[in-house]
């Protein structure tokens, strides 16, 4: 049995980073109007202009995305970090890992870029690492 203590460690920061992004889409979701005021105020210096309702509802909606993939993103390392306690299903755990780390890529657009990172390696360490198998023969005595 292969100890995979480096995994489950990675495992349990990377479900820590992604609890902190929730409470990152959580703060865009709680921008109050002087924020979306400033904001306009640098566009307009830029040249641009952009409708504040238009500014609010895409900053929410990308509050709400970030939440949901984040949360979604803890959920299954949390899953994959349960299944790593067997050789068997490390495999299994390995492809959640993925899995996760492919759907913060997308669903966050990057930004979610550290845990993404963590969630690669450790997918491809439970992928790549097997156990040892020790070589007896009958021709040559141990």
Known sequence: ?????????????????????VGFGALMLSMDQSFFDQFN????????????????????????QFMVVSSIGAVLTIVGVIMLKTDRRAVLSGILFLVSAITLLIGTVGLAFVPMILLLIIGLM?????????????EYPS
């Open 41 to 64: 105020e640098v566009l307009q210096e830029e040249g641009e202009t952009l409708p504040i309702e238009t500014l609010q509802a895409s900053v929410h909606a990308f509050g709400i």
């Open 1 to 21: 049995m292969i100890k995979r203590k480096g995994e489950k460690v990675m495992g349990i920061i990377s479900i820590v980073l992604n609890v902190i992004g």
């Open 126 to 138: 439970s992928l790549i690492k097997k156990p040892k198998t020790e070589v007896h023969t009958s």
